[in-house]
C-alpha cells in the first residue's frame, strides 16, 4: 500500500487522486485542504458536463468490483 498526501482540493488534485485509486486500488490518499467540504469550492465552477460524451471514455471494467446485483 502506498500513502499519498494532496495539498488543497483543486479539480486537477482530485482528478489524480481518482486516477491513482483507479490503478492502485489500496493507495492510502489524504486530502489537506482548507475548504469545509471537498469538491465544493468557495466560487462555484460553472463547468458544464455532457455525460453521453463522457460515457464512452469510462473502461468497460470500472464497475468490476460492484456485484451485478447491485
Not at 9 to 28: F, G, I, Q, V
Not at 29 to 48: K, L, Q, R
Not at 53 to 67: C, G, T
Request: aromatic share 8%.
Amino acid at each position: 500500500m502506498i500513502d499519498i498526501a494532496i495539498l488543497g482540493s483543486t479539480k486537477t488534485a482530485l482528478e489524480y487522486a481518482h486516477t491513482t485509486l483507479d490503478k492502485t486500488p489500496s493507495a492510502r490518499i489524504t486530502v489537506y485542504t482548507e475548504d469545509a467540504e471537498v469538491g465544493f469550492p468557495e466560487v462555484p465552477i460553472s463547468e458544464e458536463l455532457v455525460m453521453s460524451e463522457l460515457m464512452d471514455s469510462i473502461p468497460n471494467n470500472w464497475y468490476s468490483s460492484i456485484p451485478e446485483g447491485i
